[in-house]
């Protein structure tokens, strides 16, 4: 470890000077006008890689933005690592919220505060850094390829494209990811597992036009009401969700790792309070961090229909809308899931009304084994950095694109991440706790080591 900090605190200014010209470029993927900044930072990406020693890189074209590609294969018998990054960051809106120019990179109160300080940028320049630690010191004992994506965070729609184009250039044995974050500074975590989603439009029409609900009301049904019990007859009173053949594909997370999850620091107190509920809910026989990361759920996003303007209005309304997502678990096909409630919806309506439920999009599920060379790696990395053995998570959220990579490219991916929950990352006053970014520049040269020690047991 002597060798890797000296290596960070002789070149950290550097170091940040080259993530503040990464910063200062306002590659906002969702926003036309911001197009040109998007190669702009592809070709500092690409100038990134080579400085820090790749063999080469380029910039791709894609039907949206670019991708940067980089690597340094030093022997194509020796494992393979590709590391994944997104160049692209969210939109600064509030503005005047902020209390920085969110693309000037200020450091204060020992955090760098910008857009992208955190999410992706920061997270992933440090693999940049240790890459380039790892060449200079003569360390690198397997191949390494980069894939830096601008369409992150607009849902990736052209990276499945580019991963079955260029499918034998990104071959690896893993792909390594820091977009995600860490339980507390001084608690690592490795999230294993993301949730996958399904979501739904639902419409419900009883007669033909909004009627007068003292002449109608009584003998004509209120899809508003119509619509609620439908909804109702979807999850029981314990949260068991009801659409038949729901859980039978779920792969049970084991007792081992249901152990090691629930070691991470938790407060149901603290939980109620920060939300305002003097009481959970959730299905039973499982925890609260349980029911977040390794359980299904069923949610109504939205719900309307009627009158809803100031004062009253008379109103037995003609029609009701809601819209409706799942999270799902590793196991279960969004696709598949996604024909089930609409089958299921359609066979509890009643006939009073009509019924349409449009499966508006959803998004598979991903979960790294504990068992993995990949988990044990950065598990052993982690713990000689911060002298604490990780703790495995499971998150809520869903990050399309990982199990997509598994799909196309075959390839399990560890997410390593650094970030904290304070970091308001896509919120105005995005910073990083220049701690954690020098700590994952010293993380991952570690993550390479024991990877290879790994794969060759």
């Known amino acids: 470890m002597n060798e890797i900090n000296n290596y960070v605190e002789t070149h950290k200014q550097r170091f940040l000077d080259e993530l503040f010209e990464l910063i200062r470029i306002p590659s906002i993927s969702s926003q036309p006008e911001h197009k040109p900044d998007m190669y702009r930072a592809a070709e500092l990406w690409k100038d990134i890689l080579l400085k820090a020693g790749a063999d080469k890189a380029e910039v791709y074209e894609t039907e949206g933005n670019p991708v940067t590609y980089g690597e340094k294969i030093i022997d194509p018998n020796a494992p393979t690592v590709l590391v994944y990054a997104h160049m692209d960051v969210m939109p600064v809106d509030p503005i005047e919220l902020w209390n920085t120019n969110p693309f000037e990179p200020v450091v204060k109160d020992g955090r760098i505060w910008a857009r992208g300080a955190d999410d992706d940028k920061g997270q992933g320049f440090m693999h940049a850094k240790a890459f380039e630690y790892l060449v200079h010191s003569g360390k690198l004992e397997c191949n390494v390829k980069f894939l830096i994506e601008g369409e992150e965070e607009v849902g990736s729609p052209n990276l499945p494209a580019f991963c079955k184009k260029y499918k034998e250039m990104l071959q690896s044995d893993v792909i390594l990811v820091s977009?995600?974050?860490?339980?507390?500074?001084?608690?690592?975590?490795?999230?294993?597992?993301?949730?996958?989603?399904?979501?739904?439009?639902?419409?419900?029409?009883?007669?033909?036009?909004?009627?007068?609900?003292?002449?109608?009301?009584?003998?004509?049904?209120?899809?508003?009401?119509?619509?609620?019990?439908?909804?109702?007859?979807?999850?029981?009173?314990?949260?068991?969700?009801?659409?038949?053949?729901?859980?039978?594909?779920?792969?049970?997370?084991?007792?081992?790792?249901?152990?090691?999850?629930?070691?991470?620091?938790?407060?149901?107190?603290?939980?109620?309070s920060e939300i305002g509920i003097a009481e959970e809910f959730g299905e039973a026989g499982y925890s609260t961090n349980e029911r977040t990361g390794i359980r299904p759920t069923f949610d109504v996003c939205g719900i309307w229909g009627g009158y809803t303007g100031e004062g009253a209005k008379t109103v037995l309304p003609s029609k009701a809308y809601a819209k409706i997502s799942t999270r799902l678990v590793p196991g279960q096909d969004h696709d598949k899931v996604g024909k089930m409630f609409v089958e299921y919806f359609n066979s509890i309506a009643p006939e009073t009304v009509k019924v349409k439920v449009e499966y508006l999009h959803g998004g598979p599920s991903y979960v790294c084994p504990i068992d993995f060379a990949g988990y044990k790696a950065a598990e052993k990395a982690y713990t000689e950095v911060y002298g604490k053995q990780p703790i495995p998570v499971r998150s809520g959220g869903s990050i399309p694109i990982i199990a997509t990579f598994e799909e196309i490219l075959g390839t399990k991916s560890v997410l390593m991440g650094f970030g904290l929950s304070t970091d308001a990352i896509h919120s105005p006053n995005e910073n990083y706790p220049l701690e954690q970014f020098y700590n994952g520049i010293k993380t991952i040269p570690l993550f390479y080591k024991y990877f290879v020690e790994e794969v060759k047991k």
């Not at 639902?202 to 019990?229: M, Q, R, Y």
């Not at 068991?240 to 790792?257: H, R």
């Not at 070691?263 to 939980?271: E, G, T, Y």
Request: no cysteine; net charge negative.
């Open 179 to 272: 977009d995600t974050s860490m339980i507390a500074s001084d608690t690592p975590s490795i999230t294993t597992g993301l949730r996958g989603l399904a979501y739904w439009q639902v419409e419900v029409t009883g007669p033909n036009a909004d009627l007068h609900s003292g002449l109608f009301g009584g003998a004509v049904a209120n899809p508003i009401n119509v619509l609620s019990k439908m909804i109702a007859q979807t999850m029981d009173e314990n949260g068991k969700i009801l659409i038949p053949g729901f859980y039978d594909d779920i792969i049970e997370v084991s007792q081992e790792e249901r152990k090691l999850m629930a070691k991470a620091p938790f407060s149901l107190d603290k939980f109620k």
